[in-house]
């Protein structure tokens, strides 16, 4: 008896040891991914990853020909990708990728930062607003969705879709901001500005989530319900700039702000390398980039107060270029893709992160050059069991699609 209690427990020892190892070599698989053609052409770029209201993706980009930029997207149907359709056709280039995303109400919205001809400061840029109620065949007039004193700084909107079929714009604005060396420091500051869009398609008054921001690093913005949640990159007295999040809502309550970590980076200029945020009903993901010691890290925090606090932040990369994306998953991990540096090339990486900060199955999408601005960011978007990573190659000249299978 005593002997076969000994083999059974030994059995069963050498079962778990097994089960742990099997269980550790799983998590420290690559995920599984497949690289997915678009429908974009030749000469493509200013990618961005949106969902409709039923849960599809959608791919937004521009193609180039001459001096003409041509916002174009199309849905990932199950049968396939729809047609590409044409939002709008500018001349010369666009400040920012062109948004299209799903609304409540099924209806879609588009949003878009042409230079404006009549300014003078090469840094401005307008954001104009559309809405389609038949699938993007065609569109509202464009509205500018904000006065006459706002003055929008290229490349820097964030959107969020509301319930009613309504709209959440953020933008950083510089209608305070000189660019001359001699202005005064204490007036002299960028804003962060919102304004909700209603069912009517009517601009709602502005609204200051933040009196002082970095000047170039976009925000990012997530709704649930009437909650808002934005993440950007502060601007505060001896020129730290670290990441905050404001909690907002679309009536006139007072913005929250808190601090997302205290990196204490200190730099005299803007580093154009933005958050990105991810909101569940429990739970909450940022990821971001920092380089307060010389060396460029990304890191990713957990909130469980739906973003008025952060746990400790863990560290994904100390040898990276940054623009990461988080995105939550069902069992209450995150997917963050970011852009790390292998050699002279940057690779696009993606990981799972746990609520426990375990870092696992950490995989290569892709290792070469990346367009600089403003098609050097990262998109990333979950549905289901699969996560979308987009990219713009600048070695074919074209937007690319990964699928990263989660399981």
Known sequence: MNIFSRAATAGFAVSVLLAVASSAAFADRPLKWRELAVPAADNSQQHHLEKTAAGELILSWVETDGNASTAKFAVLEKTGWSLPLTVIREQGKLADPPVVLGLSDGSLAAAWMPYPTDSTDRYASDIFLARSIDGGLSWSAPLKPYGAAARVYDAQMSLAALPGGRLALVWTDMRLASHDPAADPKTNRYQLVSAVIDRDWRANPEQILDNDVCSCCR??????????????????????????????????????????????????????????????????????????????????????????????????????????????????????????????????????????????RRTTLYRGGFPKWPSKYLATQVIGNQAYVAWTDPALKRVRLAVVELN
């Open 219 to 360: 925000s990012y913005t997530a709704a649930l319900g009437e909650r808002l949640l934005t993440v950007y990159r502060d601007h505060a007295a001896g020129e730290i700039r670290d990441i905050s999040a404001v909690r907002w809502q679309p009536v006139s309550a007072t913005p929250q702000i808190g601090s997302v970590h205290a990196d204490g980076w200190v730099i005299g200029g803007c580093p154009s390398n933005g958050p990105s945020v991810d909101l569940a009903p429990a739970n909450a993901v940022v990821a971001w980039f920092s380089a307060a010691d010389g060396k460029g890290r990304v890191k990713a925090a957990f909130s469980h107060d739906g973003g008025e606090t952060f746990l400790a932040p863990v560290e994904l990369d100390a040898d990276a270029s940054g623009y990461a994306n988080a995105t939550l998953l069902d069992d209450g991990s995150a997917l963050v893709s970011w852009r790390g540096r292998q050699g002279p090339d940057d690779e696009l990486r993606v990981a799972k992160l746990g609520e426990d900060g375990k870092i696992s």
